[in-house]
């Protein structure tokens, strides 16, 4: 079965043909640089390169594969969470594209997308595990105990870790997106300049909050603009404490979690999985653990259509279909 998967919930126009597990043509335009002068995405400007890009992108995923639109069988598309101007450019496509074909079309969730990118590298992650996704938008754990079958055991009370990242390098004058720039940087610095207290909770939980830690550097970047000092060995210095920090704080959560249901795996994937710091600890805390840690490679981690392919493919194949009244939803977790 030839599964078209389409993209399109936040700044990254992406269309992938998937035959069975294997990706056929993925293809992802970034609009980072559409953004970058605002140090943010700015929504109608997202809508609007989605328009510009997502029938390209389809013709040149399908030219990819040495396919054409008459072999898709079916579509898949993300219809929630995101930006609601931007899903609907995708999802309209989807939907035409559907239509004009007479192929089933069936709405993906960008979160289980993300949660479920690991199969197409590997068929052996053994369940029940816990999965981290961590974005530009979201960082949640899940029990996922089978395709399908998650329950939500913690999530940000604030900002993202991704968001974080783009905050803290906006900041610091660093660019967009943060994340890439400050996990360089990071690289150079000394991760012992500057130390942040972890969040405190009431009660026993899974969340994360990462607001605090933004609010304690803007407050030292403040300070240490006052005097004179804003420097580039400041910056890196800097850069290599937030994200010991932050990489702290997910990888304590995450093996909590694991040690919660007892994990045979732990699998962690979104933007900021690409972030080399986080990888690092995984793999050492992984150890420790005794349990494998699955990291996707950063094209599966970072926002792409084969993983919106890969669910929707899985759930056609069940027998599942959308139909033509399927909407753009903002705000839509799974496992709740
Ligand atoms: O999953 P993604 O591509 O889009 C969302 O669904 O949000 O994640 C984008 C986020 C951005 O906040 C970006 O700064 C962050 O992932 N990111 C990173 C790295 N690469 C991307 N964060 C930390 N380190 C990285 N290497
Ligand atoms: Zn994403």
Avoid: W
Wanted: charged share 25%; net charge negative; with cysteine.
């Amino acid at each position: 079965m030839i599964v078209l998967g389409i993209e399109s919930s936040c700044d990254e126009t992406a269309v992938a043909v998937l035959e069975g597990n294997k990706v056929r043509a993925s293809t992802v335009a970034s609009q980072d640089e559409v953004h970058a002068r605002f140090g943010g995405v700015v929504p109608e400007l997202a809508s609007r390169k989605h328009l510009e890009m997502i029938i390209p992108l389809v013709r040149s995923a399908l030219n990819k594969a040495d396919l054409s639109m008459s072999d898709v069988d079916g579509v898949a598309v993300t219809n929630a969470p995101g930006l609601i101007g931007a899903l609907l450019v995708g999802l309209s496509a989807a939907k035409g594209i559907a239509y004009a074909l007479d192929v089933p079309i069936v709405g993906v969730n960008h979160l289980e997308g993300h949660l479920n990118a690991v199969h197409l590298e590997t068929d052996d992650v053994p369940y029940p595990h816990v999965g981290l996704v961590v974005s530009g938008g979201h960082t949640s754990l899940y029990h996922v105990r089978a395709f399908g079958d998650y329950e939500l055991m913690g999530s940000t009370r604030d900002d993202a870790a991704g968001e974080a990242y783009d905050k803290v390098a906006k900041l610091m004058d660093l660019g967009y997106p943060g994340g890439p720039i400050i996990d360089r940087l990071a690289g150079m610095g000394d991760e012992t300049a500057f130390s942040f207290t972890k969040p405190k909770f009431d009660g026993e939980t899974l969340d994360f909050s990462f607001s605090g830690i933004k609010t304690a550097v803007m407050l030292e970047v403040r300070k240490i603009q006052k005097e004179n000092r804003f420097n580039d060995d400041f910056k890196r210095d800097m850069a290599a404490s937030f994200q010991r920090t932050v990489v702290h704080i997910l990888c304590d959560r995450l093996f909590e979690a694991a040690a919660k249901i007892n994990a045979k795996a732990v699998v962690v994937s979104g933007g900021v999985a690409a972030n080399k710091g986080l990888r690092k600890e995984l793999e050492k805390r992984a150890k420790t653990a005794g349990i494998p840690c699955y990291i996707p490679a950063i094209k599966l981690c970072t926002d792409n259509a084969s993983m919106i392919a890969y669910v929707g493919a899985r759930r056609l194949a069940n027998g599942e279909r959308s139909d033509m009244t399927l909407n753009a939803v903002a705000n839509q977790e799974i496992g709740v």
